[in-house]
Nanobody
């Protein structure tokens, strides 16, 4: 099993920044990617960002492009999501997940709340 522990969520004013961390431990394998997702109250979970573990290639949802940056530290098995210029509509529970292959996210974190006040 792989355990993912997220941290860094909190309350921030619109225009502010937060950095989320996702630390992986337990069974180790070569991850294909780490993804970030979010779920706002009453809404479906949606994709936010993804970083390929080997080369650091990133993909972002249009709604966060230019404001969020995904990165990783392979030596620490930790991924990061730097969120800037936050908007109230970014309020959600944010989840990280790791994928062993391009198609399936195998393990998920417990989620961390991000609240952006106007």
């Amino acid at each position: 099993q792989v355990q993912l522990v997220e941290s860094g969520g909190g309350l921030v004013q619109a225009g502010g920044s937060l950095r989320l961390s996702c630390a992986a431990s337990g069974r180790t394998f070569t991850y294909y990617a780490m993804g970030w997702f979010r779920q706002a109250p009453g809404k479906e979970r949606e994709f936010v960002a993804r970083i390929r573990w080997n080369d650091g290639g990133t993909t972002y949802a249009d709604s966060v492009k230019g404001r969020f940056t995904s990165s990783r530290d392979n030596t620490k098995n930790t991924g990061y999501l730097q969120m800037s210029s936050l908007k109230p509509e970014d309020t959600a529970i944010y989840y990280c997940a790791v994928a062993a292959t391009p198609l399936i996210y195998n393990y998920w974190g417990q989620g961390t709340q991000v609240t952006v006040s106007s």
